[in-house]
């Protein structure tokens, strides 16, 4: 099979994660690999996805408590250097003593790796490559092939990395344009993204990235918010994601934050979020635009300044109040202003005006 098929097929899973198990097993027959895995962070269960033939050992792994993987604290692959073999940081007497390669592997007939970062920082994007036992270790000059390929595969990750945050970007402006602030957060629970229109700093912080309530009591409650949507269980075994009212310093109406799960970035691994916090500000009044008023209801000049008043929740005598009109005139134009929305009362036609903003 040619790298071409597979780094494209890397890419593709990267977007759509229902495909990591065919395109690791392309990326591990066309680099001479039985197996391959790939592991974004700390290697758990939900950060790691596998080709078909290894899956099942994946899953012992995790399941019956097997010999912990040495590799985990002593095999740390970085950027500046390619494919690195199990005797890049074992020798041949350790691998014979190590339980896990010894009680682990070597039953399920695996034996050898050859392990690469595909990119990363604060959660690196690592592939590992695994071979049968009985074929022996990675050769010097496989190894130089595989570094052949490796920059097609970091840029392939790269190119998925940046177009999940386009399309989370995306997410972030359109929860704006409908009226509310969002966050994005990466596994850890912690800030990636601050979307437009999240109100900082009264009832809501981020110190360290972390989201901060101003009182512990809402702190409690915004924590298991964000456990629950950060978690890695499906969202099926999950209780539903809460609203959580921030009561605010400033006696201003409280923030509503709920804190939703994104399941599909959460599973391709290559996502730089998992959840989003959707922040709503009730004291936040929006208003709706003056040409649409003009444009969808035919209102003059002074009617659309009469109808942004009540929509910014005016009382006719407020209202005629600012505009520098007696309240008689005001309410003259407010029977003008139900002829022309169709409406009857003040509370229907705020609540028309208030879907335009």
Known sequence: ????????????????????????????????????TLVVGSSTRPTV?????????????????????????????????????????FTQEEIDH??????????????WHAVACLGGEASKIVL???????????????????????PHLRGAA????????????????????????????????????????????????????????????DQAQLDLAIAIATATAAPSDLPPPPAVALHRPSGKRPLV?????????????????????????LAEVRQPPADVLRTVFGLTPKETELAIRLAAGDTVEQAAEALEISPAHARQRLKVLFDKTDTRRQSELVMILSRLA
Request: hydrophobic share 45%.
């Open 1 to 36: 099979m040619g790298y071409e098929k597979a780094i494209d097929r890397f890419f593709g899973a990267a977007l759509h994660p229902e495909d990591w198990p065919a395109a690791l097993e392309d990326i591990a027959q066309s680099l001479g690999a039985d197996a391959a």
């Open 49 to 89: 996805a596998e080709s078909p033939l290894i899956k099942p050992i994946v899953a012992e792994y995790f399941l019956r408590g097997a010999p912990l993987d040495p590799r985990e604290a002593r095999v740390r692959p970085g950027l500046g250097e390619g494919f690195v073999d199990d005797f890049a940081h």
């Open 98 to 111: 190590d339980p896990f390669y010894q009680e682990f592997l070597r039953p399920v007939g695996f034996g």
């Open 128 to 150: 590992s490559l695994k071979r049968r036992a009985s074929r022996g270790a990675f050769e010097p000059h496989e190894i130089e092939a595989m570094d052949k390929v490796l």
């Open 158 to 217: 790269s190119a998925a990395r940046q177009a999940w945050g386009m399309a989370l970007d995306d997410q972030l402006a359109t929860t704006a344009r409908f009226g509310h602030g969002g966050i994005l957060l990466n596994q850890r629970g912690r800030a990636v993204r601050v979307g437009p229109g999240v109100p900082l700093g009264d009832g809501l912080a981020l110190v360290s990235g972390s989201p901060r309530a101003a009182y512990q009591n």
């Open 257 to 281: 934050v709920r804190a939703l799960p994104l399941d599909g970035a959460k599973r391709s691994l290559l996502a730089p979020a998992v959840a989003m916090m959707m922040v709503t500000d």
